[in-house]
């Protein structure tokens, strides 16, 4: 087991979109006022006390997604990342509080719905640490590396990907042993 400590920083602004278990009461959003968008936008974003955070299931989505891209031997990194890679903390905390409130006009549901004005929350300039856990000591930190920086460039991270959320490595470090 190895443990890497890496950084991503954003190329594209990150738009949040969390889905809530009550927000089908709010489907119509035609009927809410520009405040109340407002709020439903931040409460939608991954936010606490502390501020705006990604978590780790979408990073290791991310991450895993990438590997498809990376060959490790005769198969794909990402099924091995997905039986070997654990993250450390539940919550990767942004580096900034700045954010703006993005609209746009959709469909509500999709291609057959009513068009509504539709609102999110957007970080333009933003950068986060993280710490993951490779539990096989085999496994070469070049494939998680290319892994990364193919999710980034390819993929990107939460809502409005591709186009949103694109980011690079600027931090790859790995430690050896762990806990």
């Not at 890679?85 to 057959?112: A, C, G, H, S, W």
């Not at 390819?154 to 762990?178: A, M, T």
Request: charged fraction near 30%; glycine fraction near 8%.
């Amino acid at each position: 087991m190895y443990k890497v400590i890496g950084t991503i920083e954003g190329v594209t602004p990150l738009r949040f979109n969390r889905y809530l278990l009550n927000d089908r009461q709010s489907a119509n959003r035609k009927k809410m006022t520009h405040e109340e968008q407002v709020e439903n936008a931040l409460e939608r974003s991954y936010r606490d006390e502390k501020g705006f955070y990604v978590p780790s299931a979408a990073l290791r989505k991310c991450f895993i997604n990438g590997g498809k891209k990376v060959k490790i031997g005769r198969g794909y990194a990402s099924k091995l990342l997905e039986a070997i890679m654990i993250f450390d903390e539940d919550k990767y905390y942004l580096n900034t509080k700045d954010y703006e409130i993005q609209q746009d006009v959709v469909r509500i549901p999709p291609v057959t719905g009513a068009r509504v004005l539709q609102y999110w929350v957007l970080i333009r300039k933003w950068k986060l640490s993280f710490t993951v856990s490779i539990l096989d000591d085999v496994f070469p930190d070049g494939g998680l590396k290319d892994a990364i920086v193919n999710a980034g460039l390819y993929n990107g991270l939460l809502d409005g990907r591709p186009q949103l959320g694109r980011f690079e490595l600027i931090e790859f470090k790995r430690i050896k042993g762990g806990k």
